[in-house]
């Protein structure tokens, strides 16, 4: 059934809106240190205002899994169902209104995926079909009013299209010849129009409100550093520099791939062989002393100085100092279907283990994982 007209949530003093321990979200976003969201099963959405200690439900008048929440702040949030529907709320979980209403087919995921402002949402449409997983971006310049789907700017279709935390959205065209360099896609009306930029690539990635990083060459052997491209202005200005790795000459310089940067100019790249860490905006690259793990390189970044490796989909090895020291997350249970660590918007880590279909038991570190307390 599609969702309806929402109420309000009151006090949430009562015990009959406190949420039972052991309960598993499929979704949890920490605002800051203390205010957190969470949904899950049957449309619980539930809110803890003392750092995961205490979780209160939120009353809306949801029947779906609630599959995704994405809060902007402690008072604008976003939950999305399993259908398809999209909740949003402006007053902190006290009211709720639909702004996108669920369809009937129980197989569509939508999560949100970025909502500047209350009026500027951006949700990915997951369908699982017969033939494999079909997936589109759609948005709303107007809270929900219209939504339309995003034209495509060129074919091939922009590979794994990202915004920036003020809604520009980009994202680098696929082609079939691997070394050809990728087009570059911006649009800066939220999905509305599309403009190639004169650069191309091989990665891209956000940093800070509008920042844009794009990598210009994959480098190699016997030829000039790769290059960076830092944006601050949404794509309007560009600075470049070389890639150098310390310690290496010109006519030693392996292949480079830059994963990320944030805004302080800390980021993550690799070669075939290691892992690097740079501090000066992608310029200098020192070689990070990994674990003696096998696959260091399977992982991903938790932020400009954090790296977890990953195993079949397990978190295993993390470093929160950039590869200085790396801790082992003992939280996994052995069977765990799939685990992951992320850093959370108050600053401290959030583990996450379980399975897609039937939710995940969270896990919080606010002194970068010496100690973990289990959340619900």
């Given at each position: 059934?599609?969702l309806?007209?929402?109420?309000g949530c009151?006090?949430?003093?009562?015990?009959?809106?406190?949420?039972a321990?052991?309960?598993?979200?499929?979704?949890?976003?920490?605002?800051?240190?203390q205010?957190a969201?969470g949904?899950?099963?049957?449309?619980?959405?539930?809110?803890?205002?003392?750092g995961?200690?205490?979780?209160?439900?939120?009353r809306?008048?949801?029947?779906?899994?609630?599959?995704s929440?994405f809060?902007?702040?402690?008072?604008?949030?976003?939950?999305?169902?399993?259908?398809?529907?999209?909740?949003?709320?402006v007053?902190?979980?006290?009211?709720?209104q639909?702004?996108q209403?669920?369809?009937?087919n129980?197989?569509?995921?939508?999560p949100?995926?970025?909502a500047p402002d209350a009026e500027?949402?951006?949700?990915?449409?997951?369908?699982?079909?017969?033939?494999?997983?079909?997936?589109?971006?759609?948005?709303?310049?107007?809270?929900?009013?219209?939504?339309?789907?995003?034209?495509?700017?060129d074919?091939?279709f922009?590979?794994?299209?990202?915004?920036?935390?003020?809604g520009?959205?980009f994202?680098?065209?696929r082609?079939?010849d691997?070394a050809?360099?990728?087009?570059?896609?911006?649009?800066?009306?939220?999905?509305?129009?599309?403009?190639?930029s004169?650069?191309?690539?091989?990665?891209?990635?956000?940093f800070g409100?509008?920042?844009?990083?794009?990598?210009l060459?994959?480098?190699?052997?016997a030829?000039?550093?790769?290059?960076?491209?830092?944006?601050?202005?949404g794509?309007?200005t560009?600075?470049e520099?070389?890639?150098?790795?310390?310690?290496?000459?010109?006519?030693?310089?392996?292949?480079?791939?830059?994963?990320?940067?944030?805004a302080?100019?800390r980021?993550?790249?690799?070669?075939?062989?290691?892992?690097?860490h740079?501090?000066?905006?992608?310029?200098?690259?020192?070689?990070?002393?990994?674990?003696?793990?096998?696959?260091?390189?399977?992982?991903?970044?938790?932020?400009g100085?954090?790296?977890?490796?990953?195993?079949?989909?397990?978190?295993?090895w993390?470093?929160?100092?950039?590869?200085?020291?790396?801790?082992?997350?003992?939280?996994v249970?052995?069977?765990?279907?799939?685990?992951?660590?992320?850093?959370d918007?108050?600053?401290?880590?959030?583990?996450s283990?379980?399975?897609?279909?039937?939710g995940?038991?969270?896990?919080?570190s606010?002194?970068?994982?010496?100690?973990?307390?289990?959340?619900?």
């Amino acid at each position: 059934m599609a969702l309806g007209a929402l109420a309000g949530c009151g006090g949430g003093s009562d015990a009959a809106d406190r949420v039972a321990p052991g309960t598993k979200l499929f979704d949890l976003q920490f605002v800051d240190a203390q205010t957190a969201y969470g949904v899950a099963g049957q449309g619980l959405i539930a809110r803890s205002d003392d750092g995961g200690q205490t979780w209160r439900r939120l009353r809306v008048d949801a029947t779906h899994d609630l599959i995704s929440v994405f809060a902007v702040n402690r008072q604008l949030v976003f939950a999305s169902a399993i259908n398809f529907a999209v909740l949003r709320s402006v007053d902190g979980g006290a009211n709720w209104q639909t702004i996108q209403p669920g369809g009937d087919n129980s197989i569509v995921h939508g999560p949100v995926v970025v909502a500047p402002d209350a009026e500027h949402v951006g949700l990915r449409i997951e369908s699982n079909l017969k033939y494999g997983v079909s997936e589109k971006l759609w948005f709303t310049v107007n809270g929900g009013q219209k939504w339309q789907n995003m034209v495509e700017p060129d074919r091939p279709f922009p590979w794994a299209p990202q915004f920036t935390r003020a809604g520009v959205l980009f994202g680098l065209a696929r082609y079939t010849d691997p070394a050809k360099p990728y087009a570059f896609w911006v649009s800066d009306d939220f999905g509305q129009s599309f403009r190639q930029s004169p650069l191309s690539g091989v990665a891209c990635g956000t940093f800070g409100e509008q920042g844009i990083w794009l990598q210009l060459s994959s480098g190699g052997a016997a030829n000039p550093p790769a290059r960076v491209a830092l944006s601050q202005d949404g794509f309007r200005t560009w600075v470049e520099a070389p890639m150098q790795i310390d310690g290496l000459g010109v006519d030693a310089q392996p292949e480079l791939l830059l994963y990320a940067l944030d805004a302080a100019g800390r980021g993550w790249a690799g070669t075939d062989s290691s892992l690097l860490h740079s501090s000066d905006g992608g310029r200098h690259w020192t070689v990070v002393a990994a674990p003696a793990v096998p696959n260091i390189q399977v992982g991903v970044a938790l932020d400009g100085m954090g790296w977890l490796t990953r195993a079949n989909g397990v978190a295993e090895w993390f470093s929160t100092d950039a590869g200085a020291t790396w801790r082992h997350f003992d939280g996994v249970p052995v069977d765990a279907i799939q685990a992951n660590i992320v850093r959370d918007g108050g600053g401290g880590l959030l583990a996450s283990v379980g399975w897609q279909l039937t939710g995940y038991t969270w896990q919080r570190s606010i002194d970068d994982g010496r100690s973990w307390r289990t959340l619900l």
